[in-house]
């Protein structure tokens, strides 16, 4: 399993249901996945202009006994830098709810590709089995730059795995 990989429950349409989902934390986008035997997600969080933020009370799951694991859960919510909710995640345990704090600010704090570049639009520059050349600007020079993009075998982007 990824390092950043792990069950948890989205807040749902109905507040009662709880379905576990796992998410993986790769490159500053969290990935949504049914199961850890599904290879492609469910859904995608770009966290780039995002903040990550601990609920103070932790949750009733359901009408179980708070006595029972897994009866309360340990929520936490992403926001955009407008503090727009973008989504609430509850982790079974304080601890791994402090464990994906952690990691989500980390990887948010982290200089990412387009911090550095901007890419341009139109066609690949070029294109060959192991990635495309893409045409981007240089954010701190503003010179423009030709820029690998790394895909696997035949040309296709290489899609997020959990093994």
Not at 7 to 31: M, N, Q
Not at 104 to 111: E, F, M, T
Not at 123 to 136: D, M, N, T
Request: glycine share 8%; with cysteine; hydrophobic share 35%.
């Amino acid at each position: 399993m990824h390092p950043h990989a792990c069950a948890l429950l989205p807040e749902g349409r109905h507040f009662s249901l709880w379905t576990k989902r796992y998410f993986v934390l790769k490159e500053r986008v969290l990935y949504s996945f049914r199961s850890l035997s599904h290879e492609s997600s469910t859904s995608t969080i770009l966290l780039r202009d995002c903040f990550v933020s601990a609920h103070k009370t932790p949750t009733l799951r359901g009408l179980r006994a708070s006595n029972k694991p897994g009866a309360v859960l340990f929520g936490f919510s992403i926001k955009a830098n407008d503090n727009k909710l973008i989504k609430t995640l509850y982790a079974e345990t304080a601890e791994d709810r402090q464990r994906w704090l952690e990691a989500l600010k980390q990887q948010n704090s982290a200089p990412s590709f387009h911090d550095a570049f901007s890419l341009v639009g139109g066609p690949p520059l070029g294109v060959g089995r192991f990635g495309s050349v893409r045409l981007a600007i240089e954010r701190k020079t503003q010179q423009k730059v030709a820029v690998k993009i790394g895909c696997s075998t035949h040309g296709v982007a290489d899609p997020l795995s959990l093994g």
